[in-house]
Antibody, heavy 121, light 109 residues
Framework: EVQLVQSGAEVKKPGESLKISCKGSGYSFTSYWIGWVRQMPGKGLEWMGIIYPGDSDTRYSPSFQGQVTISADKSISTAYLQWSSLKASDTAMYYC??????????????WGQGTLVTVSS | SYELTQPPSVSVSPGQTARITCSGD??????AYWYQQKPGQAPVLVIYKDSERPSGIPERFSGSSSGTTVTLTISGVQAEDEADYYCQSADSSGTYPAVFGGGTKLTVL
């Protein structure tokens, strides 16, 4: 059974750094892309970017390029999303999800449970 | 950036048919996907490649495509179908390979 298990909720202050995680199991972690999706409070879904753990190839949405860093440690089947300096506007639920990518195909077939990040002074 | 447009809300009575639309200029060239999200839960894929249904998704969920509009149809709506529904597709340039619509709140009256 494919599972994506995310780290727990975080409460941080503006300017602090943060790294949240997503551990994959039940499939070959290095053979599939894995991505991150943001959902701000009461709002819709936004694709942030993806990484291929096999070779660390990383793609970012133009909206998030330079704002976050996506990485992965294939030895422990875990992907990460990190911020160097959080802002209040980073307050959101963050989901990791496994994208299926092919010719004309790009969709998310498995999702993590979400990590709530709250940034407040 | 590329946008997909959904109605903010749709309401139906139990047993009726709900139709949720999603419009986008690139939809004639790109597949569309639909996700169901219930309060406090992660999204769940209910339709992929315009009209395919993943295993475990009830047959009452179906998808169709016509020009720049795709439609999620839920036949014989049940109370448990009350949720937010998001369409997702890509722009034609590849700059935004995953774009989500704004979401539609389905209310079962």
């Amino acid at each position: 059974e494919v599972q994506l298990v995310q780290s727990g909720a975080e409460v941080k202050k503006p300017g602090e750094s943060l790294k949240i995680s997503c551990k994959g199991s039940g499939y070959s972690f290095t053979s599939y892309w894995i991505g991150w999706v943001r959902q701000m409070p009461g709002k819709g879904l936004e694709w942030m970017g993806i990484i291929y753990p096999g070779d660390s190839d990383t793609r970012y949405s133009p909206s998030f390029q330079g704002q976050v860093t996506i990485s992965a440690d294939k030895s422990i089947s875990t992907a990460y999303l990190q911020w160097s300096s959080l802002k209040a506007s980073d307050t959101a639920m963050y989901y990791c999800a496994r994208p299926r990518i092919g010719e004309r195909e790009y969709y998310f077939d498995y999702w993590g449970q979400g990590t709530l990040v709250t940034v407040s002074s | 950036s590329y946008e997909l447009t959904q109605p903010p809300s749709v309401s139906v009575s139990p047993g009726q048919t709900a139709r949720i639309t999603c419009s986008g200029d690139a939809l004639p060239k790109q597949y569309a996907y639909w996700y169901q999200q219930k309060p406090g839960q992660a999204p769940v894929l209910v339709i992929y490649k315009d009209s395919e249904r993943p295993s475990g998704i009830p047959e009452r969920f179906s998808g169709s495509s016509s020009g720049t509009t795709v439609t999620l149809t839920i036949s014989g709506v049940q109370a448990e179908d009350e949720a937010d529904y998001y369409c997702q597709s890509a722009d034609s340039s590849g700059t935004y390979p995953a774009v989500f619509g704004g979401g539609t709140k389905l209310t079962v009256l």
